[in-house]
């Protein structure tokens, strides 16, 4: 067996439950969650095998800040343990059957918009990466530092309009649960 394996995420913004998934699925196989990158490379590292649960919850708080400690004692509270944390996005696990972070419509809701402020932030992050790029790639006077500008902007301003997605799939769901009009079961 390998020590570490790299998966690729799904896409937090438009489907986090794809990735909570995955990590159900690699813990099963033996493979534990130790962390992310930005690109959504996640890395998991060889342990025991396990059924367990995942959550994936967004915050306005990071890992470094005063209260983060407090925060995790929350969810440890309920059975959830913390598992790491990648900007505001914090990762947890627990036995299968420990009951949901969110177990309301109100508290799903409230996750759905996180995770939209969690995409208005890589939008403006990704769409003036991308801008800058193709600018710079029009100004560079050589055609081939031009096109990897270009082609480098280009895919930045794809992860942008990835994030302007989820920004409106996730306010639209927020909406739903509010008025009662949908349950999310799968989301925890």
């Known amino acids: 067996m390998r020590n570490f394996k ?41 342990s025991e095998p396990e059924e367990c649960a995942y959550s994936i919850d967004f915050s306005d708080i990071e890992d470094k800040d005063e209260g983060f400690r407090h925060y ?51 939008f403006i992050s990704f769409g003036i990466a991308a801008i800058v790029l193709f600018v710079i790639g029009e100004l560079v006077l050589t055609r081939s530092l031009s096109i990897i500008f270009s082609s480098v902007g280009g895919g930045l301003g794809g992860i942008a309009i990835v994030m302007l997605w989820g920004i409106v799939k996730n306010r639209k769901v927020a909406a739903r649960l509010r008025d009662g009009n949908e349950s999310y079961e799968d989301c925890n």
């Open 6 to 46: 790299f998966k690729f995420g799904n896409g937090l913004a438009l489907d986090a439950h794809k990735d909570v998934k995955l990590f159900e699925k690699m813990a099963k196989k033996g493979y534990a969650l130790i962390s992310v990158n930005s690109w959504g490379f996640y890395k998991f590292h060889a």
């Open 72 to 122: 995790a004692e929350i969810f440890a509270a309920g059975g959830w343990e913390y598992v790491m944390s990648h900007c505001s996005i914090h990762y947890f696990k627990a036995p299968k059957g420990t009951p949901p972070i969110y177990s309301d419509g109100e508290s799903k809701a409230e996750k759905y918009e996180n995770m939209k402020k969690t995409c208005i932030q890589g």
